[in-house]
């Protein structure tokens, strides 16, 4: 066994194809990352409710008007600032060892990430969950809005 540590970049090879065992275990760990994220945000969208509630009684209510956005706001830049940041991953993500990159290896930056989380739950919404079974069918168990932007998650180690 090497001592050898790995850079998800390591698994993708010349033209975008993956190495063996890039992707091994994948999809099981991406919904436990999901569930743990999920967990997380809901955590940070009550924190900033809190806030938002004392922004509301120091605006006379107009604070308040940010009710409506408080969760897709706080989903989004939880995403764009982990998955689009060092680390190519969300705190859940990184739990499972998994990170996600750009087909040619590099990292994803935060406009692209926040756009990924857009598309993830755009896709959720209106196609129905029934979209994740895309990951099914795909030989690098990647889902549809990963395909659209060029995205692969791979494993960390």
């Known amino acids: 066994m090497s001592n050898r ?16 065992g890039a992707v091994a275990g994948i999809r099981t760990r991406r919904i436990i990352a999901f569930l743990i994220d999920a967990v997380i945000i809901a955590i940070l969208t009550f924190a900033v409710g809190v806030l938002v509630f004392f922004l509301g009684i120091i605006t006379l209510g107009l604070g308040w008007m940010l009710y409506p956005i408080l969760w897709p706001g706080v989903a989004l830049v939880y995403s764009a600032f982990s998955l ?5 991953a969300t705190i859940g993500m990184r739990s ?7 087909m040619d290896g590099s990292r ?3 406009g692209i990430a ?9 896709s959720v919404s209106v196609l129905t969950p029934l979209v994740l079974l895309v990951s099914l069918f795909t030989k ?8 659209v932007l060029g995205i692969v998650f ?3 180690y």
């Not at 540590?5 to 063996?20: E, K, N, Q, S, V």
């Not at 689009?84 to 190519?88: A, K, T, V, Y």
């Not at 499972?96 to 750009?102: A, T, V």
């Open 5 to 20: 540590t790995y850079d998800a970049a390591d698994y993708i090879i010349d033209d975008g194809r993956l190495a063996p």
């Open 140 to 147: 690098d168990k990647r889902l549809l809005h990963d395909i």
């Open 114 to 122: 926040a756009i990924h989380a857009v598309l993830f739950y755009f």
């Open 154 to 156: 791979v494993n960390r």
């Open 96 to 102: 499972q060892g998994i990170e996600g990159r750009f």
């Open 108 to 110: 994803l930056n935060p």
């Open 84 to 88: 689009g940041g060092p680390h190519s």
